[in-house]
């Protein structure tokens, strides 16, 4: 079968799995960034527990692989009693990875940003809350915008993964889709350009966009 | 609910650990393939010629932007539609190796636009040929700086290694996974995968954080 034969017959299936995959993505995303703030701004606390937690998690998660924290989420977490549905476990395992890997440039994006601006902050007698949220994070956020682009690409090569316990994202229909024709060539050869679609034209442009909407906001562009 | 038997841990630990061994193999094969090409492909984007370099570039970026474990299964698959048969080994060695040399290019083109330029100058000046003048002069200094990034990609590619089960390769996920099928118990298989890969990337990870340090201070850097 030719490769237009080919999209002609199977788009539909293959256009609701890049839908699931653009869901987990999203849904990911969401739970990475929540994630990479807290555990980052945890490093950085003064207290030596919040850092060792923040320290093991991120060990633990960087240390692994994420096909390992995916069956682990999946496959033990119902033993111990909780029951995570494969949708939500999918997006939570590729969130908490990323989680791991962008506490770190939250941490070193707020590490950069100079001390004057610190002392600032503390000379209008700000809170550490207002500190942070007004004065540190805004300017960290320019300077770690960049490799979150990288990440945020990562992220959605991640979300490949959820297809092993079965959620039907567009990995997931393509291997169903080969399993049942055997159009291997097509199938994958449409699953990857698809990706590569997904990544160079919708979540990099995005990604620069911001970038640069962070840039004017602080008035660096 | 929470049942770890230790008896249980004790009976899969042999075979996990001859499957850690396979895991090892492959993220050193692939690797070595991985050193290898990325090299030839930071390489062939220094051409002269603009069309060599635009295919190169897009061809990377087209690889990192897509799932590995999709490259897997389109290595494996789509050889037997034209008669090549490859075996799970010989396919998931080259979708990894290949992957990982498209990473690895980048890193190995940070290193040598890091080359100062009047080493260039000094090369030709002396009248060296191209082969010469990267042999001698430009990559030798090219790879130390890159040493750090090479690091990391180790330890990287030694985590995507699960990925490879899904096309059989008998790696540690792999056998998890049939023991825990076997005696219809998951927790133990998986969770003693997760210590195993704690076990091996966090010292990994310092190794290389020690190695490049000391390569840094061998440069005088």
Redesign the interface.
């Known amino acids: 079968m030719g490769f237009y034969d080919f999209l002609i017959q199977y788009w539909p299936r293959l256009l609701t799995g890049t839908g699931v995959t653009l869901a987990q993505f999203l849904l990911a995303a969401v739970i990475g960034i929540a994630i990479s703030l807290c555990m980052g701004l945890m490093k950085l606390s003064q207290n030596a527990l919040m850092r060792g937690a923040a320290v093991t998690y991120i060990?633990?998660f960087?240390?692994?692989?994420?096909?390992?924290?995916l069956?682990?989420i999946f496959?033990?977490l119902p033993?111990?009693?909780l029951t995570i549905e494969k949708f939500t476990a999918g997006y939570l395992a590729v969130g908490m990875n990323i989680g791991a890997y962008g506490a770190e440039l939250v941490r070193g994006g707020i590490l950069s940003v100079p001390k004057g601006q610190w002392e600032a902050a503390l000379a209008i007698n700000m809170s550490p809350a207002q500190r942070m949220r007004r004065i540190i994070l805004p300017q960290a956020l320019v300077s770690m915008l960049p490799p979150w682009g990288n990440l945020m690409?990562e992220l959605?090569?991640?979300t490949?993964?959820v297809?092993?316990i079965s959620v039907a994202d567009l990995?997931f229909e393509?291997?169903q889709i080969?399993a049942s024709t055997?159009?291997?060539?097509q199938v994958?050869?449409a699953?990857?350009v698809i990706?590569?679609v997904l990544?160079?034209f919708l979540v990099?442009p995005f990604m620069r966009w911001l970038e640069r909407h962070m840039a004017r906001k602080l008035g660096r562009a | 609910m929470f049942d770890w038997k230790w008896d249980f841990t004790w009976e899969i630990l042999p075979r996990l650990i001859s499957a850690t061994g396979n895991t090892l193999i492959a993220a050193g094969a692939g690797y070595v393939i991985a050193v290898v090409l990325g090299l030839m492909l930071a390489l062939a984007q220094r051409t002269p010629s603009r069309a060599v370099t635009f295919t190169v570039r897009e061809f990377v970026e087209f690889i990192r932007s897509t799932p590995l474990i999709l490259q897997i299964f389109f290595v494996f698959y789509v050889g037997p539609q034209f008669g090549i048969r490859l075996s799970p080994w010989m396919s998931g060695m080259i979708a990894i190796g290949l992957h990982y040399a498209c990473y690895l290019s980048e890193v190995y083109r940070g290193g040598i636009e890091s080359v100062p330029k009047g080493q260039w100058e000094a090369a030709i000046a002396l009248n060296m040929t191209t082969v010469q003048k990267y042999r001698r002069v430009i990559i030798p200094q090219a790879i130390p700086p890159a040493l750090a990034g090479m690091g990391n990609y180790l330890v990287g590619i030694f985590k995507d290694t699960p990925m490879l089960s899904v096309i059989g390769v008998a790696e540690l996920i792999h056998t998890a996974n049939a023991i825990g099928s076997e005696n219809y118990r998951f927790l133990e298989p998986y969770t003693m995968v997760g210590i195993i890969f704690l076990a091996i990337s966090l010292p990994a990870a310092g190794l290389i954080r020690l190695f490049e340090g000391y390569v840094r201070r061998k440069l005088g850097l």
């Open positions: 060990e633990i960087r240390g692994t692989s994420l096909v390992v924290q069956y682990w496959f033990v033993l111990f009693g690409i959605l090569k991640g490949a993964l297809s092993l990995m393509a291997r080969n055997f159009l291997s060539a994958f050869g699953a990857l990706y590569y990544a160079r990099t």
